[in-house]
C-alpha cells in the first residue's frame, strides 16, 4: 500500500492493474480550464480527471462573514458518490498527479484520507517525473465500472475558524500558511480581495518541501526543516489560501513522519472575508 507518495517507475508497473485508480488533478487557480484542456491534450494511461473546482470542492457562499472558502470541502456524501464514480473500491489503490509537483493532488490525497481511505499517494514530481523517465501520454479515457468506497473513521483533523479565533488568545496552536512568502507578507495579492495573514501564523511555502526536480526532499531534511517552525505536528494547523496548498504541507509532514496537524480548510479567503477578524501584514519581529 502507498500512503505518501509513489516514484513513476512504481506507478508505470501497475498501469494495467485494475485494483489502481489514477486520477489527474492539473488545475491553474486563475485558468479553470487549464487542466481539463491538459487532460484533453494528454494524460497517464488508464487516469480519469478530478476537477478542483467541481469534484474536489463544494458549493461556495456568498462572500462576507459567513463566507467558507473559495474551495470549501464538499459534502462527504456527495465526495464518496465522486470516488465512487471514478471505480474507487475500499481495496483500490489511488494514485493522484498534477503539473504542479503536488500542489493540487495534496488536496484528493487529503480527502480521501478525510474519508477513510488510507490507500491514497501522490506522484513524486508529479508529470513532469513521468515524462522525464519518457513515459507516454495517452488521450483516450477508459470506462470504469462504478466503485463501492464506504466511508471509514477519517485519518484527518480539522478545525473550524472559530478554533483560529480562540486561538488568537492562547497561542497554544502554531498556525502554519502554506502561501508564497509575498502574499503571506500581504504583496502582490492576485487572489483573494484583502492581503496579509492569519496574526501570528509563520510562513512555510509550500514549495519548500520540494527539491530543485520538482520532487519532495527526503524525510530527514523534511522532519529538520519543521522542527524549526513547530513543536508537535498534534498542536499545529494548516492553512493556505483556501485550504489546497496546506494539504502539500499536511503531505510533507506524513513523510517526514510527523502524523497529526489539522487543516483550517476556509483559510485565508474565509478568514479575510469577515473584516472584523483581524490582519496581519509583513513578517512576524522575531524575539
Not at 500542489?103 to 481511505?117: K, T
Not at 524525510?219 to 513543536?231: D, R, T, V
Request: with cysteine; hydrophobic share 40%; proline share 6%.
Amino acid at each position: 500500500m502507498y500512503t505518501t507518495l509513489i516514484q513513476a517507475s512504481e506507478l508505470a508497473s501497475h498501469l494495467n492493474d485494475s485494483r489502481w485508480v489514477i486520477l489527474d488533478c492539473r488545475h491553474d487557480l486563475l485558468n479553470p480550464t487549464a487542466g481539463s484542456d491538459a487532460f484533453a491534450a494528454g494524460h497517464i494511461q488508464n487516469a480519469q480527471f478530478a476537477d478542483i473546482d467541481t469534484a474536489l470542492s463544494g458549493p461556495k457562499t456568498a462572500r462576507g462573514p459567513a463566507f467558507t472558502g473559495r474551495h470549501p470541502l464538499p459534502d462527504r456524501n456527495a465526495l464518496l458518490a465522486t470516488l465512487r464514480g471514478w471505480g474507487i473500491n475500499d481495496d483500490t489503490q489511488v494514485v493522484a498527479y498534477d503539473g504542479q509537483g503536488g500542489m493540487f493532488a495534496a488536496r484528493l490525497w487529503w480527502l480521501l484520507r478525510w474519508v477513510g481511505h488510507p490507500a491514497v499517494a501522490v506522484l513524486d514530481g508529479g508529470l513532469a517525473a513521468w515524462q522525464a523517465q519518457g513515459l507516454p501520454l495517452v488521450t483516450p479515457v477508459a470506462p470504469r465500472p462504478a466503485g463501492n468506497l464506504t466511508e471509514k473513521a477519517s485519518l484527518t483533523r480539522t478545525v473550524t475558524v472559530q478554533d483560529v479565533i480562540a486561538n488568537l488568545e492562547t497561542r497554544a496552536l502554531t498556525v502554519i500558511d502554506a502561501r508564497a512568502p509575498d502574499r503571506y507578507r500581504g504583496e502582490n495579492e492576485t487572489i483573494d480581495p484583502v492581503g496579509g495573514h492569519i496574526p501570528g501564523a509563520k510562513n512555510r511555502f509550500f514549495k519548500d518541501n520540494l527539491q530543485t526536480d520538482g520532487r519532495f526532499k527526503s524525510a530527514k531534511e523534511l522532519e529538520q526543516e519543521f522542527a524549526g517552525l513547530i513543536s508537535t505536528a498534534e498542536s499545529t494547523i494548516l492553512q493556505c489560501g483556501s485550504g489546497v496548498t496546506a494539504c502539500h504541507n499536511l503531505l510533507a509532514l506524513e513523510v517526514a513522519g510527523l502524523p497529526g496537524a489539522a487543516l483550517y480548510p476556509g483559510s485565508w479567503s474565509e478568514w479575510c472575508a469577515d473584516p472584523a477578524r483581524p490582519v496581519a501584514m509583513g513578517c512576524p519581529v522575531l524575539k
